[in-house]
């Protein structure tokens, strides 16, 4: 049981890239489902995060205004949309589902992590 998060690839400043998290082996429309990402080098991070059916949203404020998180539990998969990408948003990024609590929120117990994908973003 584990998510799978694909999508990423070479991208320029300012270009976009849409991620996809799909599950296998479990209902993904159960869980609020995060995205994340690390860095070389640096700490995991929240980037977006999205509830499990109240539409609810919270995004890392270096993302806001640019990153939207959106699911579709009839295809089993939450999408991350990445526009005006910066080389600072170069990283592996992963998708994980929160198992204690069903709003968009950093807290609780987050599992089912899968590989992630890798985004650079570089001219």
């Known amino acids: 049981v584990q998510l799978q998060a694909s999508g990423g690839g070479l991208v320029q400043p300012g270009g976009f890239l849409r991620l996809s998290c799909a599950a296998s082996?479990?209902?993904?429309?159960?869980?609020?489902i995060g995205w994340f990402r690390q860095a070389p080098g640096k700490e995991r991070e929240g980037v977006a995060c999205?509830?499990?059916?109240?539409?609810?949203?919270i995004y890392a404020d270096s993302v806001k205004g640019r990153f939207t998180i959106s699911r579709d539990n009839a295809k089993n998969t939450v999408y991350l949309q990445m526009n005006s990408l910066k080389p600072e948003d170069t990283a592996a990024y992963y998708c994980?589902?929160?198992?204690?609590?069903?709003?968009?929120?950093?807290?609780?117990?987050?599992?089912?992590w899968g590989p992630g994908t890798q985004v650079t973003v570089s001219s």
């Open positions: 994980a589902a929160n198992i204690e609590r069903t709003i968009a929120t950093w807290r609780g117990t987050w599992q089912y």
């Open positions: 082996g479990f209902t993904l429309g159960d869980y609020a």
């Open positions: 999205i509830g499990r059916s109240d539409g609810s949203t």
